[in-house]
């Protein structure tokens, strides 16, 4: 069983950077694949980023690819996502999910979430 909280969302201007994190529970987080999702209202919950176990996989949405960066401290059991020249179209919750198995690109194969943190940019 993971437990996951998110953290470090808010209001930025565009252009600006925001780090968030997801702390999870459990002595196993190491070996779980980790994803970051967005939602805006009215909308599907897309997904923004995967790493893997390791941290030595990532893959990124084709509109944060170069922008955002996702990695991860094994050792604190938290995963980042550091966003740079946000835009207004990056508006929305933005949720973790975990995985033991595989780094999946749909939201449905995941088993563990956070509650989500809201992120608003300004324009």
């Known amino acids: 069983q993971v437990q996951l909280v998110e953290s470090g969302g808010g209001l930025v201007q565009a252009g600006g950077s925001l780090r968030l994190s997801c702390a999870a529970s459990?002595?196993?987080?190491?070996?779980?694949?980790v994803a970051w999702f967005r939602q805006a209202p009215g909308k599907e919950r897309d997904l923004v980023a995967t790493?893997?176990?390791?941290?030595?996989?990532?893959y990124y949405a084709d509109s944060v690819k170069g922008r955002f960066t996702i990695n991860r401290d094994n050792a604190k059991n938290t995963v980042y996502l550091q966003m740079n020249s946000l835009k207004p179209e990056d508006t929305a919750v933005y949720y973790c999910?975990?995985?033991?198995?595989?780094?999946?690109?749909?939201?449905?194969?995941?088993?563990?979430w956070g509650q989500g943190t809201q992120v608003t940019v300004s324009s």
């Open positions: 790493i893997n176990w390791s941290g030595g996989t990532t």
């Open positions: 999910a975990a995985d033991r198995t595989s780094a999946y690109l749909l939201p449905h194969n995941y088993n563990y």
């Open positions: 459990g002595r196993t987080f190491s070996s779980y694949a």
